[in-house]
């Protein structure tokens, strides 16, 4: 689905359906482009309306990082990936300095939603090096943060080791080993030990008890 698309969408969604109370305080006053997709987002569930008005409401400046921030999160629920982190990328040097943080975990979670491994590990990188030059915290030993909907206060060493983990856990393990395979990995291995005996007993002769496939193995001329 493309940007003229969502517009398009936009122009003929008009919220209908009455607001309930318990999400009336998480939608702004007004009819504006930013309202309108928060009620299509919340009220309505028509995620693809809500996109097209988050995106004319980054067209007009209403709440553009809010719209940024929340159209990014309504992708990647539709599974809109790639678009999501373009449009971050493309957008993000619109927003305000203290939008940057959210940006970049909205960012992280889409990377590792679509296997985009190098350039998460980079992200994350990149955020050790601002806590370690100070500019995470603007010189302060915590800040505040958002848990769960919750306002929290997270000091240098535990926002340290959070990336830490994120880091760990983005970076790519060895595959494991087959179960078909490993009979076939030992014969292998207790042919590598056979040729280190023979090799301590004969001084690199070759064994005259060997067969013609053990003898491969003993003298490193394997075809």
């Keep these: 689905m493309d940007n003229h698309q969502l517009v398009a969408m936009a122009a003929v969604a008009q919220p209908a ?6 999400v009336a305080h998480k939608i702004p006053p007004g009819d504006g482009p930013y309202a309108r997709a928060k009620h299509f987002q919340l009220v ?4 693809d309306a809500s996109i097209a008005w988050f995106w004319k409401a980054i067209s007009a400046g209403d709440k553009l990082d809010s719209a940024l921030k929340d159209m ?7 599974g809109y990936l790639a ?9 993000r040097h619109l927003c305000p300095k203290q939008s940057q943080e959210p940006l970049d975990n909205i960012l992280l979670d889409l990377y590792k939603a679509s296997g985009r491994t190098k350039e998460e ?5 990149q955020k050790l090096r601002k806590i370690y030059l100070g500019e995470a915290f603007h010189g302060r ?6 848990s769960h909907g919750r306002k929290i206060h997270v ?3 535990q926002e340290t080791s959070r990336v830490l983990v ?4 983005a970076v790519p393990r060895p595959q494991p080993v087959p179960e078909s395979t490993r009979p076939v990995r030992g014969i292998a291995n207790k042919l590598r030990r056979t040729c280190m005996q023979c090799r301590a007993t004969s001084r690199g002769r070759t064994c005259s008890s060997a067969t013609s496939w053990r003898r491969r193995w003993c003298t490193g001329r394997r075809r």
């Design 17 to 22: 359906s009455p607001t309930s109370p318990h």
């Design 44 to 47: 309505e569930k028509d995620l």
């Design 72 to 78: 990014a999160v309504v992708m990647k629920q539709r």
């Design 83 to 91: 678009e999501a982190i373009d449009a971050i990328r493309s957008l």
């Design 121 to 125: 590990i980079e992200l994350l990188k």
């Design 141 to 146: 030993t915590t800040k505040r943060a958002r």
């Design 155 to 157: 000091s240098v060493k």
């Design 166 to 169: 994120r880091v760990h856990a």
